[in-house]
């Protein structure tokens, strides 16, 4: 589904966008998100920013894994504890 989004831009800017969608015989619209498009490409490319790294940071701790695993069951069992009493 498309959706509206209103902008300021210079009238060079506009200017650039209908000329060439007359000349590329296209739409506006689809210059502009060919432009962003190629745009958001060139961005990654520079960045080469690893999506993965970022949105799993919990693979990387620092802790070791065993002695968290020990500390999460000795936490649980106290809490256990107190609450046969």
Known sequence: MDR????RVSEATAGQ???L???LKASKKRVI???VSRYAAEVEAETRRDVFEETCGAWSREEDPGLLTEES????RESMEKRQS
């Not at 509206?4 to 902008?7: A, D, H, R």
């Not at 069951?73 to 649980?76: G, N, T």
């Open 4 to 7: 509206i989004l209103s902008l």
């Open 73 to 76: 069951r000795k936490a649980f």
């Open 17 to 19: 966008v209908t000329a």
């Open 33 to 35: 998100e060919s432009a």
């Open 21 to 23: 969608a007359r000349r």
